[in-house]
Nanobody
């Protein structure tokens, strides 16, 4: 099984930036990020495939960038121009092959991102 360890969450002002990291215990063919707020279904944010192709939710496109370091089995989510609507618990996901949460076998522990107005 794969373990995913997240870091980088925190409290920031609107317009600020955060960089999330997720270190996997083994190589995966794809990794992604989802987010969740109370009462809402886990929502796709961004994904990066084994081919390095990327996909973004419309709500974050142009503001967030997903990348990975294959040598470290680590995926990153650079979040710029943060908005209060981005406030959520962010979960690293692996393997990632699509936008559906039920396509994911392993999840990180979650890291809280809070954006103040």
């Amino acid at each position: 099984q794969v373990q995913l360890v997240e870091s980088g969450g925190g409290l920031v002002q609107a317009g600020g930036s955060l960089r999330l990291s997720c270190a996997a215990s083994a190589r995966t063919f794809g990794m992604g990020w989802f987010r969740e707020t109370p009462g809402k279904e886990r929502e796709f944010v961004a994904g990066i495939m084994w081919s390095s192709n990327t996909d973004y939710a419309d709500s974050v496109k142009g503001r967030f960038t997903i990348s990975r370091d294959n040598a470290k089995n680590t995926v990153y989510l650079q979040m710029n121009s943060l908005k209060p609507e981005d406030t959520a618990v962010y979960y690293c996901a692996a393997p990632y092959s699509g936008r559906r949460p039920n396509s994911v076998n392993y999840w990180g522990q979650g890291t809280q991102v809070t954006v103040s107005s």
